[in-house]
């Protein structure tokens, strides 16, 4: 199994650009998972979907971050339009269900400028 | 008091050591608990899962108390190699995906 799979690893952008994440999952896995990490708050929980529909987006921090999951086996993050303090590294996660140990993808790492 | 709680370190030790690792979780319904290793620069990676009566593997040894709810991490006979952050991930089953804590960070010296 290849893993979850992210691109792009690296993405440098200016600010007020809109910058597309994506993310494909294990085959199999019915959640999936987008984080947000910085060494201040650590690893942030930002969206989930269970069934490529999305239970909980609370941990979104602003109306100018959304996420969608068209099928099983894709989905974005997407930031318009994006600001320095976005700048992090985004990772995806999936597990078969809810209650399972989740599987992250290597990351993108996202630089504002 | 907050969800997942855990010391920060850094636990710096020698080559050899044993270290030991605790982390608080606040919910006493939780059902799953994990922990993860993360390496500088890289994604968090499944280290073993948690169970009531406790498991080991190698020099890993994973406990839960459910009465003082906390688990721990045991690493035996450390290796350069274990120098990385663990990260304790608890479950509430159903509701709360995966929570994590914000790591212990790990450095052992030669």
């Known amino acids: 199994d290849a893993g979850v799979i992210q691109s792009p690893r690296h993405e440098v952008t200016e600010m007020g650009q809109e910058v597309t994440l994506r993310c494909k999952p294990i085959?199999?896995?019915?959640?999936l998972f987008w984080y947000r990490q910085t060494m201040m708050r650590g690893l942030e929980l930002l969206i989930y979907f269970n069934n490529n529909v999305p239970i909980d987006d609370s941990g979104m921090p602003e109306d100018r971050f959304s996420a969608k999951m068209p099928n099983a086996s894709f989905s974005t993050l997407k930031i318009q339009p994006s600001e320095p303090r976005d700048s992090a590294v985004y990772f995806c996660?999936?597990?078969?269900?809810?209650?399972?140990?989740?599987?992250f993808g290597q990351g993108t790492r996202l630089t504002v400028v | 008091r907050k969800e997942v709680e855990q010391d920060p370190g850094p636990f710096n030790v020698p080559e050899g050591a044993t270290v030991a690792f605790n982390c608080t979780y606040s919910n006493s319904a939780s059902q799953s608990f994990f922990w993860y290793r993360q390496d500088c620069r890289k994604e968090p990676k499944l280290l073993m899962s948690v169970y009531s009566s406790g498991n080991e593997d190698g020099r890993f040894t994973a406990q839960l108390n459910r009465a003082s709810q906390y688990i721990s991490l045991l690493i035996r006979d450390s290796k350069l190699s274990d120098s990385a952050t663990y990260l304790c991930v608890v479950n509430l089953a159903g509701r709360i995906p995966l929570v994590f804590g914000k790591g212990t960070r790990l450095s052992v010296i030669a």
């Open positions: 085959s199999g896995h019915n959640s």
């Open positions: 996660a999936s597990s078969l269900n809810l209650n399972t140990e989740a599987f």
